[in-house]
């Protein structure tokens, strides 16, 4: 099985799929390939596969990638031998999500909504690690990818941690 979780940045994604990963131990999470620097406390291979752009072009050429998609600036993409796991979750952002439907229709898609665009700044001020400006940019990008929800077969939206978590195994465990 593929889960493909998606939604805005600062929306909580990481932190409800490392609780499924703890509820349903069976799943693997896909690592991504980013050409962004690592931030501190972050590892090659375990966080992300931090790429160079000539290296990530290369990837790309050889068709390596399921899904690539450009991000804030950076890029991004799950590379296909992350799919040799069994029951794997793939964190990307909508444009990926759409490449995946595309080569991959039976995936069981998922979008992580915020309880409001306010809420979203609040969770995003409060990361720390971006500018104002950082983070107008990421709100923009939000708006866009809130009006794709309708694409997804599952909307969550995460209000109360606790509740969406449920929600979240629930679904997962239906597919499964």
Same mark, same amino acid.
């Given at each position: 099985?593929?889960?493909?979780?998606?939604?805005?940045?600062?929306?909580?994604?990481?932190?409800?799929?490392?609780?499924?990963?703890?509820?349903?131990?069976?799943?693997?999470?896909?690592?991504?390939?980013?050409?962004?620097?690592?931030?501190?406390?972050?590892?090659?291979?375990?966080?992300?596969?931090?790429?160079?752009?000539?290296?990530?072009?290369?990837?790309?050429?050889?068709?390596?990638?399921?899904?690539?998609?450009?991000?804030?600036?950076?890029?991004?993409?799950?590379?296909?031998?992350?799919?040799?796991?069994?029951?794997?979750?793939?964190?990307?952002?909508?444009?990926?999500?759409?490449? +995946? =439907? !595309?080569?991959?229709?039976? *995936?069981?898609?998922? /979008?992580?909504?915020?309880?409001?665009? #306010?809420? &979203?700044?609040?969770?995003?001020?409060?990361?720390?690690?971006?500018?104002?400006?950082?983070?107008?940019?990421?709100?923009? +990008? =939000? !708006?866009?990818?809130?009006? *794709?929800?309708?694409? /997804?077969?599952?909307?969550?939206?995460? #209000?109360? &941690?606790?509740?969406?978590?449920?929600?979240?195994?629930?679904?997962?465990?239906?597919?499964?």
């Amino acid at each position: 099985m593929l889960f493909v979780i998606t939604g805005p940045s600062g929306v909580g994604k990481g932190t409800l799929i490392r609780t499924l990963l703890e509820r349903v131990p069976q799943l693997q999470l896909a690592v991504s390939a980013t050409t962004r620097a690592p931030r501190p406390g972050e590892h090659d291979g375990v966080d992300y596969h931090f790429l160079s752009d000539v290296e990530f072009d290369r990837r790309v050429l050889a068709g390596d990638f399921l899904e690539h998609a450009d991000y804030s600036g950076r890029r991004y993409g799950t590379l296909k031998s992350e799919l040799d796991k069994r029951d794997v979750v793939l964190e990307i952002e909508v444009q990926g999500a759409r490449q +995946v =439907a !595309k080569e991959m229709p039976e *995936a069981v898609r998922i /979008f992580i909504a915020p309880p409001s665009e #306010d809420e &979203l700044r609040v969770r995003l001020i409060g990361r720390g690690h971006e500018t104002p400006e950082q983070i107008d940019a990421r709100l923009a +990008v =939000a !708006k866009a990818e809130l009006a *794709a929800q309708d694409e /997804f077969s599952h909307v969550i939206v995460n #209000d109360r &941690l606790p509740d969406a978590a449920d929600e979240l195994e629930r679904v997962v465990r239906a597919a499964l």
